[in-house]
């Protein structure tokens, strides 16, 4: 094995292998649960003898502390999609983000308009013929890795071998630091707090999973609704996954046969994702389980290829919609909360899907009840996610409406029928005088 002497030259410690960043460098970092934390704390401890390097994410877990106030001349953070960890960064201007869809995050990257210097990333360790896996996460990072200079590698015994289009070759690797720690998990969203909340939840799962025909294939992130979706498909049959990712709740449903991607039009028989997010009883699933396919993003949530399943079912979140059916799914006001994702890289694509179903999920109320989340109109500041014409079907608590083709009038009064019986006269009053209704 030819690889190995290679393998064994490139091998050094976390504090060694940062020392190639320089200041002023593009930093891509492995996001999702597969952030490298011995190469980023090893980054960050060098940062007094580093200026202006910018680093590069989608979500990630776990801290970040190159967003940190003392950072903010050593590291910028350009979030491609904003989580938890960087979005007070970002809403207090130490951060930026970057508005783009998940699927075109690739290209941008391929064609040079986002530069890369040195990509960070986290892998198994190498085959008997030298490849490792990406593992827990492909994702956008395969093609960062395609176009950096520098390629740092931390190699864990505990990263799952993902199959499919997962892996690089040792060869293409600068820097390898050895390392036996655990993966960063991130457990299902518990459907908890009042039994009220998790009635809501439960009921909106019930009402999506009354429109998922035997056979169809589904795209399901994670959170409270797609949790509450899955649980709700006991009794379906034939089911089939091709989601820009997938988490723990998908096992259960394969164990018993639910999903088994038999029917599905493209990649049959394959769990097709370009990353997961969930706990180690999902990596151990994954790992050189042939049932899993992994696929870089600018693949996975190209709408072409999402298009050509057959009944694709698209369920997305979202945080308000108005009487017109514009949909904000990434910020709260002025606030930029997350990002556009793949929502409407899979709304189009199951659009143009035969038999396809592209799904707009949203508890009716928010703040315990006080506020409505189908408005008059969105927030002052507020993003559009995915506009009037994208949208298809709106789903609450309280029932499921197609909004695709309606005029105003239409949208208006089916939207209301399914908002919090406690605002619809208001919306109502609204509509009227609006001459929508």
């Not at 994702?273 to 151990?284: E, I, M, P």
Request: aromatic share 6%; net charge negative.
């Amino acid at each position: 094995m030819p690889w190995i002497d290679s393998y064994r030259s490139r091998v050094t410690t976390a504090q060694e292998a940062v020392k190639v960043i320089k200041s002023g460098d593009k930093i891509h970092l492995h996001p999702g649960c597969a952030v490298p934390e011995v190469l980023v704390d090893a980054m960050v401890d060098r940062a007094p003898e580093l200026y202006d390097c910018e680093v590069l994410h989608v979500l990630s877990v776990g801290k970040a502390r190159y967003v940190e106030p003392e950072m903010a001349q050593h590291f910028k953070h350009t979030a491609l999609f904003i989580g938890n960890n960087v979005r007070k960064a970002v809403n207090e201007g130490r951060a930026d983000f970057v508005p783009v869809f998940l699927s075109e995050i690739s290209g941008l990257f391929y064609s040079g308009d986002i530069k890369i210097d040195v990509a960070l990333i986290h892998v198994s360790p190498p085959d008997e013929h030298g490849f490792c896996s990406f593992g827990v996460g492909v994702d956008v990072t395969k093609p960062a890795t395609d176009v950096a200079k520098v390629v740092i590698a931390q190699v864990n015994h505990n990263m799952p071998r993902a199959l499919g289009d997962s892996f690089i070759h040792v060869s293409k690797i600068h820097k390898i630091v050895e390392v036996d720690a655990p993966i960063m998990e991130l457990p299902q969203m518990e459907l908890d707090a009042t039994d009220e909340e998790i009635g809501v939840f439960r009921r909106i799962g019930e009402n999506i999973s009354s429109m998922i025909e035997d056979g169809s294939t589904l795209q399901v992130g994670i959170g409270k609704i797609p949790d509450a979706v899955l649980m709700s498909l006991e009794g379906k049959k034939d089911l089939g996954i091709h989601s820009e990712m997938f988490s723990d709740g998908v096992i259960k449903l394969v164990e018993n046969g639910i999903i088994n991607n038999e029917k599905k039009s493209i990649h049959p028989g394959k769990m097709v994702a370009g990353f997961v997010l969930g706990t180690r009883k999902l990596f151990d699933f994954i790992d050189n389980n042939p049932i899993a396919e992994f696929h870089p993003t600018h693949y996975v949530n190209d709408p072409f290829i999402i298009s050509q399943n057959k009944k694709m079912v698209a369920i997305n979140s979202a945080i308000q919609i108005d009487l017109t059916g514009q949909v904000c799914a990434d910020s709260v006001g002025y606030d930029l909360y997350s990002g556009f994702g793949g929502q409407v890289d899979f709304i189009r694509g199951a659009a143009r899907s035969e038999g396809g179903k592209p799904i707009v999920a949203l508890p009716s109320t928010a703040k315990k009840g006080t506020v409505s989340r189908i408005t008059t109109h969105l927030a002052e500041g507020a993003g559009v996610t995915t506009s009037r014409g994208d949208v298809h079907f709106v789903a609450t608590e309280f029932g499921v409406v197609n909004l695709h083709g309606k005029k105003i009038s239409d949208r208006a009064k089916a939207l209301i029928s399914i908002a919090h019986p406690r605002f619809r006269d208001e919306l109502t009053c609204f509509a009227k005088k609006r001459m929508w209704m």
